[in-house]
């Protein structure tokens, strides 16, 4: 079920209405059975996936609860599935065109979820190793930890410390159903209205990218960086938006990342869940090790792993590369402090700069291979010639300039407060309205969320 689905509506008023009248005592069976459902709306098979990444979180938990020394051998079976499922064609594609070998590959389709799955249980698993405030939980709310269904599929990634202790509370909040139902309507908005209408050019270009022009290059990037954000930040705001009006309140995950100063503040600002995963369990660690013998190493390594953690390709390796070799240059020269300190026209040089950086580095995130992505780098150059100004284009402009226009105003905590100024009679009907329009509109041509291929 994609959540700008009327589909998804329906469900969700079930789920809400069967919520209500839920004794207490039930409520978290109803939510996780729920829960499951939703995910094997998907494709039922890999519901055995999911269950079985819950069962070796769950006995993995207790197992490093009683003894530390479990937890490296846990968190190698917890990414296992995790390698086995996104990884295993790479490297044999790898080695094929090492070796000149034939290597079979799988074929294996990717179960949706699995990365953001998977970085929950090891983040539960270290957790309750070396923390004392978070302890080994029952199987039902490790599987609820994993499995809710408002963060399951693309995040944002959650703490044992951020869920744990909201399960009891868990019920339809009526208080706080109209400034959520605005935000989930902002990210219905940004998905249907945005980013869907602009993928299809975006798709065009970078699967022609020998044949594009300078211009079809140049619009189809900046389309995507546009859509990215809007897609991946709509189905953040409406993760958050749907656990709020259950009870939970959801971390924020994007914070106008298009404002910011510097690649390393972007970093900060986008997709802020995986970035605090990776600074707490890969950066850190790295950094204790490294830090005597090549400080700003640790940085590179950790773009590295998550530009792979992003794709089980070369691209994605060569652009987490990329970013974390202009992350290590802005801390080794003060840059990214400097540019965070500036004030009037500097400031704002200093976020158009980043924002360009950020716009030639995505290419490698999107081209299909690195000969796309050479290609496309052509085409922005002009080495093609420029062409003609190409059908579409334009709306791919308006749409990124409008959100260029509105993208301070776009945080979880601004619109939460702007909504909770109107009263919730006079909202709701126009924020039902406008939600069930987008639905109707997204029905007749449903995307997938851009990030469920991660």
């Given at each position: 079920m994609l959540f700008?689905?009327?589909s998804f509506l329906i469900f969700f008023v079930v789920f809400a209405a069967g919520l209500l009248v839920m004794p207490r005592a039930l409520r978290l069976n109803y939510v996780l059975l729920a829960s499951l459902f939703f995910y094997a709306w998907w494709y039922p098979p890999f519901l055995a996936v999911l269950l079985g990444l819950i069962l070796l979180g769950w006995a993995g938990s207790h197992l490093v609860a009683r003894d530390r020394g479990w937890l490296a051998l846990c968190v190698v079976a917890g990414l296992t599935p995790l390698l086995v499922f996104k990884y295993t064609d790479f490297i044999l594609a790898t080695l094929g065109d090492l070796t000149g070998l034939p290597l079979a590959h799988l074929g294996w389709p990717l179960p949706l979820g699995i990365s953001f799955v998977t970085f929950s249980i090891v983040s539960m698993l270290i957790d309750v190793a070396k923390r004392r405030d978070v302890k080994a939980a029952s199987l039902r709310d490790t599987a609820l930890f994993v499995s809710f269904f408002p963060h399951l599929i693309a995040g944002p990634i959650l703490r044992p410390a951020q869920l744990f202790p909201q399960l009891p509370n868990i019920r339809f909040?009526?208080?706080?159903?109209?400034?959520h139902l605005a935000l989930f309507t902002v990210g219905m908005l940004k998905k249907v209205m945005i980013a869907d209408p602009i993928a299809p050019f975006v798709d065009r270009a970078f699967s022609a990218a020998d044949t594009t022009s300078g211009w079809e290059a140049a619009v189809a990037t900046l389309g995507f960086v546009t859509q990215i954000y809007c897609d991946f930040s709509a189905y953040s705001d409406m993760a958050i938006a749907l656990a709020g009006m259950l009870g939970v309140a959801l971390p924020e995950n994007f914070r106008s990342p298009y404002r910011a100063t510097s690649i390393t503040e972007v970093w900060q600002r986008w997709h802020m869940t995986l970035s605090l995963w990776l600074r707490d369990y890969l950066f850190?660690?790295?950094?204790?090790?490294?830090?005597?013998?090549?400080?700003?190493l640790s940085i590179v390594l950790t773009m590295v792993l998550s530009g792979l953690w992003h794709g089980a390709a070369w691209t994605f390796v060569i652009w987490g590369l990329v970013l974390g070799c202009i992350m290590a240059l802005e801390g080794m020269t003060g840059y990214s402090r400097t540019a965070r300190m500036a004030k009037g026209p500097a400031r704002w040089g200093f976020i158009a700069l980043a924002l360009v950086v950020w716009t030639f580095t995505v290419v490698l995130f999107r081209a299909p291979d690195l000969g796309a992505a050479?290609?496309?780098?052509?085409?922005?150059?002009?080495?093609?010639?420029?062409?003609?100004?190409?059908?579409g284009a334009t709306q791919v402009v308006v749409l990124t300039a409008v959100v260029l226009l509105f993208h301070h105003l776009d945080q979880v905590p601004r619109i939460l407060a702007a909504a909770a100024r109107v009263p919730a009679a006079l909202a709701v009907p126009v924020l039902l309205a406008i939600t069930i329009a987008c639905a109707l509109i997204a029905a007749g041509r449903p995307e997938s969320f851009y990030y469920f291929d991660f």
């Open positions: 700008q689905l009327p909040d009526w208080a706080a159903f109209a400034p850190r660690p790295l950094h204790a090790r490294l830090q005597h013998v090549a400080r700003y050479i290609d496309i780098y052509a085409g922005m150059l002009g080495l093609r010639g420029w062409g003609d100004w190409p059908a």
